[in-house]
Nanobody
Framework: QVQLVESGGGLVQPGGSLRLSCAASGYMFSIYDMAWYRQAPGKQRELVAAFTSGGMSNYADSVKGRFTISRDNAKNTVNLQMNSLKPEDTAVYYC?????????????WGQGTQVTVSS
């Protein structure tokens, strides 16, 4: 059974930093694409950053240069380092694991962790 457990959220002042972590279990971590999404109140869930099983990473334009995604296949973890945080980064952040085979994908989600950027 796939389990994703996020940690590291909290309250931070604008310009500050946070590091989110996602611990994965129950599946072969290395063959899944991993990503962080976020959802702010009243808005749709959006992709923040992704790190594929093949080693490619990509970011939403709004976080490029400020956020860094990393993964450790030996520890089954994916992290999101968030620097220069802005109030508009306030959202619930979700860890995502996606397995694609024969053109079909299956997604798994963590429970989410709240990030609040406010003075």
């Amino acid at each position: 059974q796939v389990q994703l457990v996020e940690s590291g959220g909290g309250l931070v002042q604008p310009g500050g930093s946070l590091r989110l972590s996602c611990a994965a279990s129950g599946y072969m971590f290395s063959i899944y694409d991993m990503a962080w999404y976020r959802q702010a109140p009243g808005k749709q869930r959006e992709l923040v950053a992704a790190f594929t099983s093949g080693g490619m990473s990509n970011y939403a334009d709004s976080v490029k240069g400020r956020f860094t995604i990393s993964r450790d296949n030996a520890k089954n973890t994916v992290n999101l380092q968030m620097n220069s945080l802005k109030p508009e980064d306030t959202a619930v952040y979700y860890c995502n694991a996606r397995y694609t085979s024969w053109g079909r994908s299956r997604d798994y989600w963590g429970q989410g962790t709240q990030v609040t950027v406010s003075s």
